[in-house]
Structure formats: C-alpha cells, structure tokens
T-cell receptor, first 112, second 113 residues
Framework: KQEVTQIPAALSVPEGENLVLNCSFT??????LQWFRQDPGKGLTSLLL?????REQTSGRLNASLDKSSGRSTLYIAASQPGDSATYLC???????????FGRGTQLTVWP | EAGVAQSPRYKIIEKRQSVAFWCNPI?????LYWYQQILGQGPKLLIQ????????DSQLPKDRFSAERLKGVDSTLKIQPAKLEDSAVYLC???????????FGPGTRLLVL
C-alpha cells in the first residue's frame, strides 16, 4: 500500500523567505503527483501536477520537483507572502485508474 | 465556470442517526469522487464514479455508508447509522476523466455527538 509522508508538519516563516516543503512516497510506481493547497474551511485547490515522466513543474512563484526513483518530491515557494498561509498537501496516483494517496499536509504560516 | 457544489456545509447529528450529503460536479465531468478527511489527516478516497458506474469503492465502509450517482451527474453519500468516528469533512471532487486534475468542492463538515 502506498504511504505518503510530508515533512515538516508545520512551518512558520517571516514574509519574503524562500521555503521548501517535502513529500516522500513508498512505492515509486506512480502515474503522477499533485500538490494541493487547502485553506481553512475550504476544499482543495490543485497547484501543480507532475507526470511520472517529468522532473519538475513551475507556476509563478511555485516550483515542484519529482524524483521518482527515490520516492521524493519538493515544493519550492519563492518570496513567501502572508497570502501563502495554508495547508499544503501532496498526493500521488498509483496508476491511470488508481486513487490519489494523500499525505497529512504541511501547515504553513507566513507572518508579515 | 461554476465549481463543485456541496450541501449542506455543516451538519451535527447524534450517533446512530442518519445523514446524507449532496454533490453537484462541474458540468461535463465524467468522474466523481467522495473523500473523507479526518482532522489532521489527508483526504481518503471513499468511492469513485465514472459516469454512473462505480470504479473504486474498496475503502467505503459498506455496512453503514452508501453512495449513488443517478444519471451520471449529481451524487449523494449517505451514512446510516452514524458513529462518533465518522466526524470528519466529506469532500466531493470531479474531473473530466479519471486521469485529469481533480477539482474539489468546499466540503461538508460532519460532527457526530
């Protein structure tokens, strides 16, 4: 069974810092990996999706990398802002029809 | 484009009572998902529909949970009878197809007393 772990569980940083969130998974036979953002009381918003054949994806100040062989992904957030405060979730899909396996998330707080 | 709609947003019931949640996916999305998210954990898939057929319900507690997707559009998730451990946020998501990005609704927060 696929296990997804996210480190750290919580992170508090001042505005302007560059930061890295980590995600690891136990079964490297994945179809794709997604990073989501979850705001309190709201659903999940997809940030980046990386196919298993890709090494990274970028969107604005966000960059996600994937090392499938080592079972790791990182989400890099440049020049963090208070509006980035949320819980960030990593999820892997094991096959074309497979379910998403989620980590517990990293709760990020960016203070002014 | 309208997003995924869910109702109610909040529900408080006593254990052994019944409850139902409703989801309206994005128009044209063939795949619909129900997730359970317990506080402090990531979402766990309960059931996945492709149009009105079930693709994966291996993690659905079928003795108390049931779900249907009539006409391949709206879906309802029911719990009967509820237990204390069912307290969670129930998220509905949809995607164009099962390989595409999933779009999530705001969720229904259930508290079982």
């Amino acid at each position: 069974k696929q296990e997804v772990t996210q480190i750290p569980a919580a992170l508090s940083v001042p505005e302007g810092e560059n930061l890295v969130l980590n995600c690891s998974f136990t079964d490297s036979a994945i179809y794709n990996l997604q990073w989501f953002r979850q705001d309190p009381g709201k659903g999940l918003t997809s940030l980046l999706l990386i196919q298993s054949s890709q090494r990274e994806q970028t969107s604005g100040r966000l960059n996600a990398s994937l090392d499938k062989s080592s079972g790791r992904s990182t989400l890099y957030i440049a020049a963090s802002q208070p509006g980035d405060s949320a819980t960030y979730l990593c999820a892997v899909r094991g096959s074309t029809l497979g379910r998403l396996y989620f980590g517990r998330g990293t709760q990020l707080t960016v203070w002014p | 484009e309208a997003g995924v709609a869910q109702s109610p947003r909040y529900k408080i019931i006593e254990k052994r009572q019944s409850v139902a949640f409703w989801c309206n996916p994005i128009s044209g999305h063939a795949t619909l998902y129900w997730y359970q998210q317990i506080l402090g954990q990531g979402p766990k898939l309960l059931i996945q529909f492709q149009n009105n057929g079930v693709v994966d319900d291996s993690q659905l507690p079928k003795d108390r949970f049931s779900a249907e997707r009539l006409k391949g559009v709206d879906s309802t998730l029911k719990i009967q009878p509820a237990k204390l451990e069912d307290s969670a946020v129930y998220l509905c998501a949809s995607s164009l197809d099962n390989q595409e990005t999933q779009y999530f609704g705001p969720g229904t927060r259930l508290l079982v007393l």
